[in-house]
């Protein structure tokens, strides 16, 4: 029996998963289970009780979440690529460059969500609100990509995910004019098969 992922192919959280797993070689070794949210799927809450996606069924029977913990479970399985380093300052460093790319996505989910409300209960206050947060986190990715190493790491894995969302689903938020350096480097991240092959679709 293989570990089971269950995800969406529209979700940032699952994409960085995904792409995480297919640096790693292990994508073979993962049954992709479609599982939006809303469905309420009862395997799914067997796996999270939070009913969040990614979810990461392990072969004893064992549920793993959120995508952090899921990634840092991938890297712990193959020594190479380490995507995580082992100890260190560096070890923080890549931490942090993963929290600031979740917190972008968390802020960017926050507006899609939003807008599904209808008129009278959407806040423009709230969309601001993120709408700043947002630019304040691709303002340090843009500082961070500098001093990236070129060997992929889990902030290249989480950048390209959180870009990618961006892109897909707010494209008048413009950080490939603003930020034109990380665009570029989006563009290289964005040629390797693992990015190719989860590219974000809609779910329905
Ligand atoms: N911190 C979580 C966030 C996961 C998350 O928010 N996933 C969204 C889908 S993109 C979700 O499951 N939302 C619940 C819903 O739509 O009801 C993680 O990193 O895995």
């Not at 004019?177 to 991240?189: A, D, S």
């Amino acid at each position: 029996m293989a570990m089971k992922l269950f995800y969406a192919p529209a979700s940032p959280y699952t994409r960085k998963v995904r792409i995480a797993a297919i640096e790693k070689g292990l994508h073979g070794k993962i049954e992709l289970v479609t599982a939006p949210p809303a469905k309420n799927l009862p395997e799914l809450h067997k796996a999270n009780p939070l009913g969040g996606i990614p979810a990461l069924l392990l072969e004893n029977g064992e549920g793993l979440y959120d995508s952090a913990v899921i990634c840092a479970y991938l890297d712990s399985l193959g020594e190479t690529p380490r995507l995580i380093p082992a100890s260190g300052m560096e070890k923080f460093r890549v931490l942090r460059g993963e929290a600031l790319a979740d917190g972008l996505m968390d802020s960017a989910v926050a507006i899609v969500y939003e807008r599904r409300r209808t008129d009278a209960e959407i806040s423009q206050g709230f969309i601001a609100k993120h709408t700043k947060g947002i630019e304040r986190a691709l303002a340090a990715m843009n500082t961070e990509i500098e001093t990236l190493p070129e060997a992929i790491d889990l902030r290249h894995v989480a950048f390209g995910a959180a870009l990618g969302y961006i892109s897909f689903r707010l494209p008048e938020i413009d950080w490939r004019k603003t930020y034109p350096g990380m665009q570029k480097w989006f563009e290289t991240l964005s040629a390797r098969p693992s990015l190719k092959e989860t590219e974000p679709k809609d779910n329905s």
